[in-house]
């Protein structure tokens, strides 16, 4: 099943009562556009304080983009928060060296993004749960736009 455990509009919607819901007790957490803005790198209000509450509440957090070295460590530095860039997620060495540096099981591994594409088939292949959450902005370009199109396409048919 393709389905994502859980689908919502935030990340800032994700509770520690959720995660340990899904017997989770880590996070595997994208960057673009899951907890910042993919063109201007403006992270989103609220994400210090959620990532912050996550921690307190004893929830780890890595960090697993897509996106370069040099455009993830800022971030992850800002958040306190470990990460592995250039994941070419759906592909599973990034996601598999995250679930590594947290060291819990796959199935205490909850993987949070934006895009069916990488995050959730890429948590899916490697049996890990997953929460979709909605782009906050459509990302500008002609490749983003199809991709993002198909994508609503193929949510629409399994999420109802
Ligand atoms: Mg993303």
């Known amino acids: 099943m393709l389905k994502p455990d859980i689908y919502l509009t935030s990340v800032l919607e994700i509770t520690p ?3 340990k819901k899904l ?3 880590a996070i595997i957490l994208d960057v673009d556009n899951t907890i910042r803005q993919h063109k201007d790198k403006k992270i989103f209000d609220g994400v210090i304080n ?3 509450v996550m921690k307190s509440c004893g929830i780890f957090i890595v ?3 897509n996106n370069y070295r040099k455009s993830v460590e800022p971030i992850a530095n800002e958040l306190g928060l470990p990460c592995v860039s250039f994941c070419l997620k759906p592909f599973p060495f990034g996601l598999k060296k995250a679930a590594k540096m947290l060291g819990f099981k796959k199935e205490n ?3 949070v993004g934006d895009q069916f594409f990488t995050d959730i088939i890429g948590g899916k ?3 890990f749960k997953t929460i979709l959450t909605k782009p906050l902005k459509q990302e500008e370009g002609f490749f ?3 991709r993002r199109n198909i994508e609503k396409k193929i949510l629409k048919k399994i999420l109802k």
């Open 17 to 19: 009562n959720l995660i």
């Open 23 to 25: 017997n989770g007790k």
């Open 50 to 52: 959620w990532v912050n």
């Open 63 to 65: 960090i697993a983009s």
């Open 109 to 111: 591994i909850v993987v």
């Open 125 to 127: 292949f490697l049996k």
């Open 144 to 146: 983003w736009g199809i």
